[in-house]
């Protein structure tokens, strides 16, 4: 019997998420569940279910539909999704951005990791978590205190769940991979910041203007090969720019 595997990813409609789903829905023997606020089309091994991952509730529910039961030899769960949020001093932040940034950026994938390790405890294949982090979880950058604050809590959830597999030989394999300044919406985003509110704003301009970002398919081909080899890789921390 031909290995069967199971990809679980978030964010898969655009930017980053959309190029790992390109390249996951091409490989034999695998199912791709796509987590997306935005409706994408189903395929014949891809299954896209619109949740909007700021709605806790909502991603509590559908927990059934994201991990399926059947029996898979790998299975890999791809915590994509992320928001920069309100780019803007303390004191001049909306609450509802506060709340949003943290629902996505960490209850979101706390909920799934947890939800993943329960599920597919019993799987003696690979089992493995990448989170989608960011340099900015260890840098001081004004105006980013929800983003960087928010990552920093998802590397920290990222090496605390791989100690814990480790302690009970559970055989999960956890990363928190920075990948990069990627060309996508993020960073449209980012340059259409404030200067009042971003004393780097100028520096994010000029890594479009020099050509300097990467594209989504290039950073898609890194993950993808950091999930295939993971055991060439030592620690929970990674960055695509260092392999």
Same mark, same amino acid.
């Given at each position: 019997?031909?290995?069967?595997?199971?990809?679980?990813?978030?964010?898969?409609?655009? +930017?980053?998420? %959309?190029?790992?789903?390109?390249?996951? #829905?091409?490989?034999?023997?695998?199912?791709? $569940?796509?987590?997306?606020? !935005?409706?994408?089309?189903?395929?014949?091994?891809?299954?896209?279910?619109?949740?909007?991952?700021?709605?806790?509730?909502?991603?509590?529910?559908?927990?059934?539909?994201?991990?399926?039961?059947?029996?898979?030899?790998?299975?890999?769960?791809?915590?994509?999704?992320?928001?920069?949020?309100?780019?803007?001093?303390?004191?001049?932040?909306?609450?509802?951005?506060?709340?949003?940034?943290?629902?996505?950026?960490?209850?979101?994938?706390?909920?799934?990791?947890?939800?993943?390790?329960?599920?597919?405890? +019993?799987?003696? %294949?690979?089992?493995?978590?990448?989170? #989608?982090?960011?340099?900015?979880?260890?840098? $001081?950058?004004?105006?980013? !205190?929800?983003?960087?604050?928010?990552?920093?809590?998802?590397?920290?959830?990222?090496?605390?769940?791989?100690?814990?597999?480790?302690?009970?030989?559970?055989?999960?394999?956890?990363?928190?991979?920075?990948?990069?300044?990627?060309?996508?919406?993020?960073?449209?985003?980012?340059?259409?910041?404030?200067?009042?509110?971003?004393?780097?704003?100028?520096?994010?301009?000029?890594?479009?203007?020099?050509?300097?970002?990467?594209?989504?398919?290039?950073?898609?081909?890194?993950?993808?090969?950091?999930?295939?080899?993971?055991?060439?890789?030592?620690?929970?921390?990674?960055?695509?720019?260092?392999?």
């Amino acid at each position: 019997m031909e290995r069967q595997s199971l990809y679980i990813l978030t964010g898969a409609s655009k +930017g980053l998420g %959309g190029a790992l789903k390109n390249h996951l #829905v091409q490989l034999p023997n695998t199912m791709v $569940i796509g987590v997306s606020r !935005s409706p994408i089309k189903a395929e014949r091994n891809f299954i896209p279910l619109q949740i909007d991952l700021a709605d806790t509730d909502e991603l509590i529910s559908k927990i059934p539909e994201i991990f399926p039961s059947e029996d898979f030899d790998k299975v890999v769960l791809i915590n994509n999704a992320g928001w920069i949020g309100e780019i803007a001093h303390n004191g001049n932040i909306s609450p509802s951005s506060i709340k949003t940034i943290h629902s996505v950026n960490v209850i979101a994938p706390a909920i799934l990791m947890n939800a993943f390790v329960q599920k597919y405890n +019993g799987i003696r %294949g690979d089992k493995i978590v990448v989170n #989608v982090s960011s340099g900015a979880a260890v840098k $001081i950058v004004d105006g980013w !205190s929800g983003y960087s604050s928010s990552k920093a809590a998802l590397n920290q959830m990222t090496m605390i769940a791989q100690q814990e597999s480790d302690l009970k030989n559970l055989g999960f394999k956890m990363f928190a991979l920075s990948p990069g300044i990627i060309d996508t919406p993020m960073q449209e985003s980012i340059r259409a910041a404030s200067q009042n509110e971003f004393s780097g704003l100028s520096k994010f301009q000029s890594f479009k203007d020099n050509g300097e970002l990467s594209t989504p398919d290039e950073v898609a081909k890194k993950v993808l090969f950091l999930i295939n080899n993971p055991s060439d890789f030592d620690g929970v921390l990674q960055d695509v720019r260092k392999f």
